[in-house]
């Protein structure tokens, strides 16, 4: 035998039957309830996963990275374009303009963020091309006041190609009150669905219909769009770049507007992983019931061990032993059972869908139609930490109450 004597009988006892069988079936249960807290915990961490890719991609695909705004406009965008093009973190930089008013059609208004955009170099920066559902982003010509608007907002006003609209900008002046509304006419050109609230909130300007609009000298911009490789750098890369340019340049990035939004995803996914937690941790001290019987149960064999010489170290390492090999059993299947589920799960919901001929996310409903999935190694190997941690810990107070074992009591009880 050249294996310790704890881990010899605790393997032993793990595999050999018992004469209760009570304690066989709740030991049983014990490692199938470790198993699915782990296969649940590794889907819906996975699924959550697959959301948060999914609205990144989206959302951040369409709101700028950073954006460098001149003060006054910038004549020359090129200039601070071509500095910018010199990070090495910067992969385009094409003019941009931002504003908001509200949309106003047959009595009907709903406020509007405006970008002002090149279409030519749009597609650098952004993924609207990709996402166009009728007209073509080409059709913003300068001088045309054409907007292209989202799919809630066309449908919100039963827009199509060719209506126009009225869009209300409010204007500092010099009238008593400060503010004055401004009217501008447009032309719906295109309508674009990217599955997201900016759907209902955003429209896009020619960059220089913008610049008319907000009364800035021809051929100047607002500030110009950065799209980085890294955008979780966002802040550091355009205050750096801001900074670089020199006074009357101001830096901004997408935290600032969706920061909040991704911030409660994450402290969402936080939230449900604990609790899902706590079903690993209910099955994971199930163990402590499980080697508690079996700690009553085996009274004489640790008197026989003890009377032969056993320390009471090598009798409580012998049930740490039992109690952890069901935890690692348990955390095995359900890691293993988790992994194929999360790879497949999108499948498998399409399956159900085609099946039951109903659809569980309705594009009618959801801006996102799909399940989507995204397992990270990170996840699994916290998860497997985690319910390993626990069921070992769940064998500590069992294994101490047989190792204070005595003899005699033992076996007085049998």
């Known amino acids: 035998m050249f294996r310790p004597l704890s881990v010899f009988i605790g393997l ?52 700028p990275h950073a954006t460098i705004a001149g003060s006054p406009a910038l004549a020359d965008w090129q200039a601070p374009a071509k500095v910018a093009m010199e990070n090495p ?8 303009a931002e504003l908001e008013g509200m949309l106003s059609y047959r009595g009907v208004m709903q ?8 279409p030519a170099l749009e597609p ?44 209300i900008v409010p204007e500092v002046s010099s009238v008593p009150g400060g503010i004055t509304p401004r ?27 913008a610049a008319q609009i907000q009364r800035l000298d021809p051929g100047s911009v607002q500030s110009i769009r950065l799209k980085l490789k890294d955008l979780y750098q966002s802040p550091q890369v355009a205050a750096a770049l801001a900074a670089q340019l020199g006074e009357g340049y101001r830096a901004s990035d997408w935290t600032q507007t969706q920061g909040s939004l ?30 508690i019987m079996v700690v009553a149960d085996k009274g004489a064999d640790i008197a026989i ?26 955390t095995l299947i359900g890691g293993v059972l988790g992994v194929l589920a999360a790879l497949n799960v999108s499948e ?22 799909t399940l989507p999935s995204e397992l990270q190694v990170a996840d699994v190997v916290l998860i497997c930490s985690a319910a390993l941690t626990l069921s070992f810990l769940a064998t500590l107070y069992p294994s101490w109450r047989a190792s204070r074992t005595q003899p005699a009591e033992a076996l007085r009880y049998e």
């Open 89 to 96: 973190q910067v992969e385009a930089a094409v003019p941009f």
């Open 12 to 63: 032993r006892y793990t595999r050999a039957k018992r004469r209760n069988h009570f304690i066989s079936f709740i030991s049983l249960t014990s490692m199938i309830g470790l198993s699915l807290g782990v296969l649940a915990m590794i889907v819906v961490l996975s699924v959550m996963n697959g959301f948060h890719r999914e609205m990144s991609s989206r959302i951040l695909g369409m709101v």
């Open 183 to 209: 009217m501008q006419r447009l032309n719906v050109v295109g309508i674009f669905r990217v599955g997201a609230d900016l759907d209902s909130s955003l429209a896009l300007i020619n960059v220089a219909d």
């Open 305 to 330: 061990l003890r009377t032969l010489g056993a320390t009471p170290r090598q009798i409580m390492g012998i049930f740490m032993v039992q109690g952890t090999v069901i935890g690692v059993i348990g």
């Open 348 to 369: 498998l919901v399409g399956w159900l869908e085609r099946v039951s001929g109903q659809h569980v996310f309705s594009s009618d409903v959801y801006f996102i139609s």
């Open 124 to 167: 650098k920066v952004s993924i609207i091309g990709d996402h166009m559902v009728q007209g073509r982003l080409s059709d913003l010509r300068e001088g045309e006041y054409g907007v292209v608007i989202g799919e809630i907002t066309a449908r919100r006003f039963q827009l199509q190609i060719g209506d126009r609209l009225a869009l």
């Open 262 to 291: 991704f911030s409660a995803m994450k402290m969402e996914k936080t939230m449900i992983g604990l609790l899902l937690l706590l079903i690993v941790a209910v099955a994971a001290f199930n163990i402590i019931a499980t080697l």
């Open 111 to 118: 406020p509007i963020q405006l970008h002002g955009i090149d």
